[in-house]
């Protein structure tokens, strides 16, 4: 479990003495759930190092924790642009990428490669969020402690040499962006029933558009 840094807020419950009413604080409610993707440090690799690490990703603060047995310690993942951090078994990979948000916002932070052209690469992006806690309204009632939540997993498309990858949610988003090539995009989709959330169909859609640009 993640260590918690995140408190439901305090639970104010009336207490009387002698005649009078006054507030107690009780004990503060750390939050539950988890900031990682996976709890467990997994053996990794970095792009540009071949020693093998133990990572996990915290999807809340968006950064790796690096584990290191030997010296007891746990430290942050330097950020390198470029640099792929892949996990031995499950193969998954990670990148710092500069992105475009549905909301329109430029940001650069870790995605998830799912396919990686040399023309079309594809990117999930997972995030965790913090569900506030609520205070108790009485004394009868309890407090609940804040929770983290995993975000839907949202997804990204970076084509040719623009600056940054761009989000779709759909099927004819996706297409647009395959400038002057929309229409071959979504034959392609319909004919071979791409789901574009689903990784596997994501990397033959990525292969049919490098043929095609």
Avoid: C, W
């Avoid at 430290?75 to 475009?100: C, H, M, R, W």
């Amino acid at each position: 479990m993640a260590s918690v840094s995140a408190f439901a807020q305090i639970n104010q419950t009336p207490v009387h003495s002698g005649g009078q009413i006054y507030i107690s604080k009780e004990k503060e409610l750390a939050a539950t759930g988890s900031m990682y993707i996976t709890d467990a440090y997994l053996p990794a690799k970095l792009s540009n190092n071949e020693n093998i690490i133990l990572l996990r990703y915290n999807a809340y603060q968006d950064y790796f924790e690096m584990n290191d047995p030997q010296a007891q310690s746990v430290k942050q993942l330097p950020k390198d642009k470029g640099v792929i951090v892949t996990f031995n078994a499950s193969g998954e990979a990670y990148t710092l990428a500069n992105y475009k948000t549905e909301e329109g916002n430029s940001q650069l932070g870790y995605l998830n490669l799912i396919a990686d052209g040399a023309k079309v690469k594809v990117y999930k992006r997972e995030r965790v969020y913090l569900q506030p806690g609520k205070t108790s309204a009485n004394s009868y009632q309890a407090a609940k402690a804040a929770s983290y939540k995993k975000a839907d997993d949202e997804f990204y498309v970076k084509i040719g040499n623009a600056a940054e990858a761009s989000f779709f949610e759909s099927k004819k988003d996706f297409a647009k962006l395959v400038p002057g090539k929309d229409k071959e995009v979504l034959e392609y989709i319909k004919k071979n029933n791409i789901d574009t959330e689903k990784a596997t169909d994501l990397q033959k859609l990525a292969a049919f558009v490098e043929t095609i640009i």
